[in-house]
Structure formats: C-alpha cells, structure tokens
C-alpha cells in the first residue's frame, strides 16, 4: 500500500511538473519577446502603421471598453506624429458584428481623416491579424496597440511571423479585477496555441488579394 502512494504521489508530481512546463514555457519566451519592446504612447518609436487588435462589442454594436482604449490609444500616436496609417483588424464573421467597422467610426469621432484608417475584416484573433498585416497589406514594421496583458503574446506572435513589431500599451482605465485575472489566465493556453501556430503549423487565416498599405520602403520603428 505504502508503495502504491509512493507511485501515485510520484506520478502526480511528475504530470504537474509536466503541465508547468508546458503551459508555463510559452509564456516566458512571450515575456522574454516583449522585454525591451513595449512603452506608453509618449515613449514609442515612430512606425509607418499603428495595428489595432479587435477586442469585443458592446450590445449595441459599439467598442468594448477595452476595444475602445485600443483606438483611443491608436489615435493618440497618430496625432502625436508617430504613425502615419491606423489599421484595425477585427472580426466580421457575422453581418450583425463588424469590429472593424466600429473602431472606425470611433476613430472618426476622434477626428483621424479616414483615409489614414485601414480596415482588416478577418482578423479573427491575433495570429490571423499579425498574418494578414503582413502578407496582405504589406507591413513590415509596425506599433502593435492593445492592453498590457495582451502585448507579450502579441509580440511573440508577430516577430515570430517576421513582423518587426513594438508594443504600446494601452490601459487607459482601471479594469475590474475579476476580468483582469480571467483575462490572464486565458492567456496561458493562448500562447501556448500561438506558439504551435507560428513555429509548427502556421495555418493560413483567411487570405484574399494584397492590399498594401504602401508601396515604399517602410522604416525600422526601432
């Protein structure tokens, strides 16, 4: 009996030690690819495009308000001079939810021209947003906006796409703790599946024709 607890307690340690590792590796590498490459809208590096991550809607079909901080962000480096283009990347899977089309009119609202607004309709989650930047509308190098505890899978995703990316946080508000520690904890297998997506599999998100943003070099924003 004595023996069989030994196995047992051993075998338990071993599979948790295991599951740490697994789901724990991810995460450090994400945080070792945004050590150095993230800062607030007054310290970031000038870029040619600012990329917006779509982040939620409202009942009535407007931004969240984490969705909201993201554009407001967004718009505070284009007026701050340190980027030229806006491209918000969301979903529309449905007729009835359009991320993008409401973090325009947001951006709108806040006075950015619209013909410095970019619209990408398929960014259905990160990896698919970082993808399409790059492949369909030609960025390179880029501001990469969304809320602190998004930032270092984010970063991992797109310099491991082969987008020069630099974060920029975009807390702009005390978010309740609750959905902060929900928020972080979805973070765990989420790098994780960013992590298989970009090194193991790289799946293709939905494609189309290019769209290139600019046709000339586009500057290091380091």
Not at 151 to 158: E, K, N, S
Not at 180 to 190: F, S
Request: include cysteine; proline fraction near 7%; aromatic fraction near 10%.
């Amino acid at each position: 009996m004595i023996r069989f607890l030994r196995f047992t307690a051993r075998a338990f340690l071993t599979t948790a030690a295991a599951l740490l590792l697994v789901l724990g590796l991810p995460t450090i590498l994400a945080e070792i690819s945004a050590r150095n490459r993230t800062s607030t809208v007054d310290q970031a590096p000038d870029a040619p495009v600012a990329i917006i991550f779509g982040a939620g809607l409202n009942r009535d079909g407007g931004p969240s308000p984490v969705l909201r901080d993201r554009v407001s962000t967004a718009v505070d480096l284009y007026f701050a001079g340190k980027v030229q283009k806006l491209l918000m990347s969301g979903d529309n899977s449905h007729l009835d939810y359009n991320e993008p089309g409401a973090m325009q009119s947001y951006a709108l609202e806040l006075g950015v021209p619209e013909k410095d607004i970019i619209l990408d309709y398929a960014g259905r989650r990160t990896y698919d947003t970082c993808y399409r930047a790059l492949h369909i509308f030609g960025v390179t190098n880029a501001l990469v906006v969304t809320q602190a505890y998004h930032l270092p899978r984010t970063l991992l995703t797109c310099q491991g796409l082969g987008l020069n990316a630099f974060g920029v946080i975009a807390d702009q508000r005390e978010y309740h703790p609750l959905a902060m520690q929900r928020w972080r904890i979805r973070e765990i297998p989420a790098t994780l599946v960013a992590l298989w997506d970009v090194y193991v599999t790289r799946p293709l998100p939905i494609l189309g024709n290019p769209e290139p943003i600019f046709t000339h070099f586009q500057t290091d924003p380091t």
